[in-house]
């Protein structure tokens, strides 16, 4: 813990000026980041008497080891940066929105030839027309499929799509009327383009003149004494009655607005935000957050406003956004949002009528939000915390483990051999600090040498982080033995990285293995613990504690003992580690098979230095198989576009030196394919083909 008074800035350093400033812990890590109007006001109100702190701002200086900021022009301009930097670095202490996940939309492809209906989530896409957001998906087709009776837009994939297109047969939907069947010609591109118009303009909110239209024709229709006809058109007008119906008018005059309501107590917040489009509800989402900070109402809601507008633009910014209480102060908001949008946005609370009314409603929910989430919060604290605590008592150790890190082998019959590393902090998942391993210090198959490995390189790494960092004056000697070290698992599969790569963030980002564990865990039993423990004690690391858990009895060893500790099976802390056990087994055996099938798909030209995947591809199709472009001379290859003289002969001594491959087999047929090799082309007609590749049932994945 830290003495806020350690770090203070002199009298006089902190310019007077609007910025944005971040606290840092002892890892260099952002913890904490804030806007000020005023930096030097601002950050004087963090070092005061921490008796006169908010408890969690107390928690938040004491954590932190320095303090900096960046100066910028005007007070638009650092809400967007203290956006920027939240989103970037993900400070611990900022506001978290708990339970925020990508809302779905209606979305209508106008990009494309035969314009598609689908719900979508994530990024909007140019182009493409979205309706919601709404609270399910399920809502979204329940919608949709009553919309299709009247509007029968294509709703199938690109797959679905070209195959109808290719067998010249629809799929159900449209042979039941709900889809106009583009794939096979009975609509022309021009109309059905027309027909997704019309659903948008539906979705839009511009629903009585088709409806008056419909009813017109309905009328002439029975006139007429086309019954069949007129009794379609009355069921229609249903269908789409029965849809409005869904989302009941609120607002007159077909208002573009949402409405944010705040419900709050000394240390969370719930926040609900209706979605108003053409004065109907079309979708309500709502977020939890802690209060790091006494903040106001307002602040609350600016926070809110960067979170569900920060990376919106157009018309998903509306026209008027109903908050409960201002921002402070609320011009630079408003500029902010008029920017996203690129025309006027009104910020306002609402004081009479239709809108303070259903302003009412939203609070409403924000309070029922709040509650429902202590409910849940209090009995999953309760439950993790005691998880640690039984874990602590039952190992021997000082404090509960905080964070728990797991390790795990895997492999198929010694190929392939991998590790992974999971981490939990707090009882909860940290996925971004999952970690993998490629075993490389030998080959075959030996779990206990291979968890030695992987406990070695890890900590070597932690260590190495140390003394880079300063954090004692004399350190160990930690040479680089790992040759390409782990990857990280960031959303993405990341590519292999040296440890001068995974030691050059020093601007917040967390680096790699900078932070270490209270626990380790190894999936296995004695032998892999004392595995693990050796690795640390040649480090000359005795703070950290080791345990095992065998699979057969759930039994957890421990260093140097002969007999394991058995937990209850009703114990919360043997759930906890089973938990986490799992979660490395999971993520290596992912791993594992991904790797794997990387090799079986390799064929000979991935060894060609500098040919990339585009013009594999163009080789490929050039020639039509390995074997053809193998007995190609180099002016043939040089043809191939892309593909200059020197690649041209640096592809030849590559094929020339490799060994052919075996023969591919049909395993249909037992027929063995002559004119292709593996890893380049399938086989025909969607046969499966294999070519020396082993039998995976024959093995077991560990």
């Not at 935000?273 to 053409?278: A, E, L, P, Q, Y």
């Not at 005691?386 to 509960?400: F, H, Q, Y």
């Not at 990285?497 to 039993?525: C, H, M, W």
Request: aromatic share 6%.
């Amino acid at each position: 813990m830290a003495d806020p008074s350690s770090y203070r800035p002199r009298p006089g350093e902190i310019p007077d000026s609007p910025g944005v400033y971040r606290f840092r812990d002892e890892h260099r890590r952002v913890i904490y980041v804030g806007k000020a109007k005023s930096l030097r006001q601002r950050l004087a109100n963090y070092f005061q008497d921490l008796a006169n702190l908010h408890p969690r701002t107390r928690t938040m200086v004491t954590t932190a080891a320095s303090v900096e900021w960046t100066v910028v022009s005007t007070e638009v301009e650092a809400l967007q940066l203290e956006y920027s930097w939240i989103k970037e670095y993900d400070p611990r202490f900022n506001v978290k929105y708990r339970d925020d996940k990508s809302y779905p939309y209606l979305a209508v492809t106008m990009n494309e030839q035969f314009p598609r209906v689908q719900v979508m989530r994530g990024h909007k896409k140019k182009g493409v027309r979205y309706f919601g957001p709404y609270a399910h998906a399920w809502a979204i087709r329940d919608t949709v499929d009553l919309l299709l009776r009247v509007f029968p837009v294509r709703t199938c994939s690109a797959g679905v799509f070209k195959n109808a297109t290719r067998t010249g047969r629809p799929c159900l939907l449209g042979y039941i009327g709900k889809c106009s069947a583009p794939c096979v010609g009975r609509i022309d591109p021009e109309d059905h383009r027309d027909l997704a118009d019309d659903f948008c303009d539906f979705m839009a909110g511009r629903t009585g003149t088709y409806l008056r239209r419909l009813e017109k024709q309905m009328m002439e229709a029975a006139e007429e004494m086309e019954y069949e006809r007129a009794a379609r058109l009355r069921d229609d007008i249903e269908a789409l009655k029965k849809a409005m119906e869904k989302n009941a008018v609120v607002l007159a005059d077909a208002t573009d607005a949402d409405l944010v309501a705040v419900a709050e107590d000394e240390l969370e917040a719930a926040v609900q935000i209706f979605h108003v489009r053409g004065g109907r509800v079309r979708g309500q989402r709502g977020w939890v957050t802690d209060k790091v900070e006494d903040v106001t109402t307002g602040a609350l809601v600016e926070h809110a406003l960067q979170q569900l507008y920060g990376e919106e633009s157009g018309d998903a910014v509306p026209k008027e956004v109903l908050v409960p209480a201002l921002p402070e102060p609320v011009e630079p908001v408003q500029e902010w949002l008029t920017g996203r949008r690129g025309a006027n946005v009104s910020l306002r609370i609402p004081q009479r009528g239709d809108k303070k009314a259903l302003m009412e409603t939203v609070q409403r929910n924000a309070q029922q939000s709040l509650a429902l989430h202590k409910t849940k919060r209090a009995s999953d604290l309760t439950t993790r915390s005691r998880a640690l605590e039984e874990i602590a008592e039952a190992l021997g150790l000082d404090s509960a483990p905080l964070r728990i890190e797991c390790y795990d082998i895997s492999h198929l019959q010694g190929d392939d051999v991998v590790a992974s590393m999971v981490v939990f902090e707090d009882g909860l998942q940290r996925k971004s600090e999952y970690r993998r391993f490629q075993i490389k210090g030998f080959a075959g198959q030996d779990d206990v040498r291979s968890m030695h490995e992987v406990i070695g390189r890890r900590f070597r790494r932690y260590l190495a982080e140390k003394e880079r960092t300063g954090e004692w004056a004399d350190g160990p000697d930690v040479p680089d033995t790992d040759g390409t070290g782990a990857e990280s698992v960031d959303g993405a599969l990341a590519g292999p990285e040296t440890i001068t790569d995974s030691l050059k963030n020093d601007d917040g980002r967390p680096r790699k293995f900078a932070y270490p564990p209270q626990l380790v865990v190894v999936d296995g039993g004695q032998p892999q613990v004392a595995a693990a423990q050796r690795a640390l004690d040649e480090l000359g690391i005795d703070d950290i504690a080791v345990c095992g858990l065998a699979k057969r009895l759930e039994e957890v060893w421990v260093p140097g003992e002969d007999d394991p500790v058995v937990l209850p099976r009703t114990s919360e802390g043997l759930y906890l580690l089973q938990r986490v056990r799992d979660e490395a087994h999971r993520f290596a055996i992912t791993y594992q098979r991904t790797k794997r099938a990387k090799r079986f798909r390799a064929g000979p030209l991935d060894d060609v230095p500098g040919l990339g995947e585009t013009r594999k591809q163009a080789l490929i199709k050039h020639f039509g198989s390995v074997k053809k472009l193998r007995s190609a001379t180099i002016e043939q290859i040089q043809e191939v576009p892309g593909i200059g003289r020197k690649t041209a002969e640096t592809i030849a001594v590559a094929l020339a030196q490799a060994a052919p491959a075996a023969p591919a087999v049909n395993t249909a047929t037992g027929e063995i394919i002559e004119d292709e090799e593996p890893g380049t082309t399938g086989g025909s007609s969607g046969e499966p083909v294999t070519a020396g590749v082993p039998d995976e049932r024959r093995g077991q994945e560990t």
